[in-house]
C-alpha cells in the first residue's frame, strides 16, 4: 500500500511538472516579439533617413559620398570632387570623412545665426562662430564642415595636396577648396570668421 502511495506521488507529481513546463512553453512562445518584419528596414547604402532635407540639415553618418543628401549634392562641384579625392585616399589609411554640414538654405542659415546668438549673446559674438546668410560659404555650396577628430588631421596634413584648406583656427572642421594651395599650400588661416573680410558685407 505504501509502495502504491509513493509511486501514485511519482506519478502527480511528474505530471504537474510536465504540465507547468508546457505552459511556459507556450506562453513564452505567445508572448510579444519584434520580428524583423516588424524592425524599420535598414536604410539602403548611400542613404540616410533623415537626412534628405531640403534646407541642408544633415543626419548622422552622411557621407562626401551621399548624392541623395542635399547637403552634400548641392556642394560646388569643384570642391565636391576634391573631397572625394581625398576621402578615397583617406580611406586608404583608415579614415572616414563624415559630414557634419555642407550647402545650406538661407533660411537654415539664418537660424543658425539666430540661435548663436541667443547662446553667444550679441551678433558680434555670434558672428565669431557663425556667418549670416548672405556672408555665409555654406549658403554658396563652398565651404563643408568635417566631422571626425581622425579626418579633420588626416586633412591638415594631406588637404592642401586636394586644395582643402582650414579657414578658421577656431573651426578646425570647416574647410574650403583653394585651388592654388596644391602648389603653394594653404594661406594663413583666420583666426575667427569674423577676422575674415567676405564677412564684413
Known amino acids: 500500500m505504501r509502495r502504491l502511495f509513493v509511486v ?4 502527480i507529481i511528474a505530471a504537474i511538472t510536465a504540465a507547468g513546463y508546457s505552459a511556459l512553453a507556450s506562453s513564452s512562445s505567445a508572448s510579444p516579439s519584434v520580428s524583423s518584419s516588424d524592425a524599420p528596414p535598414a536604410a ?10 531640403e534646407s541642408g540639415r544633415v543626419a548622422d553618418g552622411v557621407t562626401v559620398f551621399d548624392d541623395g543628401v542635399p547637403a552634400v549634392a548641392n556642394l560646388d562641384p569643384a570642391l565636391l570632387e576634391a573631397l572625394r579625392q581625398a576621402a578615397t585616399d583617406a580611406a586608404d589609411d583608415g579614415v572616414a570623412f563624415v559630414v557634419n554640414g555642407g ?36 549658403v554658396s555650396g563652398a565651404a563643408v564642415d568635417i566631422g ?26 570647416h574647410y ?26
Open 8 to 11: 501514485g506521488l511519482v506519478i
Open 44 to 53: 539602403p547604402p548611400g542613404e540616410h533617413r533623415g537626412a534628405l532635407d
Open 103 to 138: 550647402w545650406r538654405s538661407p533660411e537654415y542659415q539664418d537660424q543658425l545665426f539666430q540661435e548663436a546668438i541667443a547662446e553667444y549673446g550679441s551678433p558680434e559674438e555670434a558672428g565669431r562662430w557663425v556667418a549670416t546668410a548672405a556672408t555665409s560659404s555654406h
Open 148 to 173: 571626425e577628430l581622425d579626418a579633420t588631421a588626416w586633412l591638415s596634413e594631406h588637404g592642401a595636396e586636394y586644395g582643402l584648406c582650414q579657414i578658421y583656427d577656431n573651426e578646425p572642421w
Open 176 to 201: 574650403e577648396l583653394r585651388p592654388e594651395a596644391i602648389g603653394r599650400g594653404c594661406p594663413a588661416t583666420y583666426g575667427d570668421p569674423s577676422e575674415d573680410p567676405r564677412m564684413q558685407q
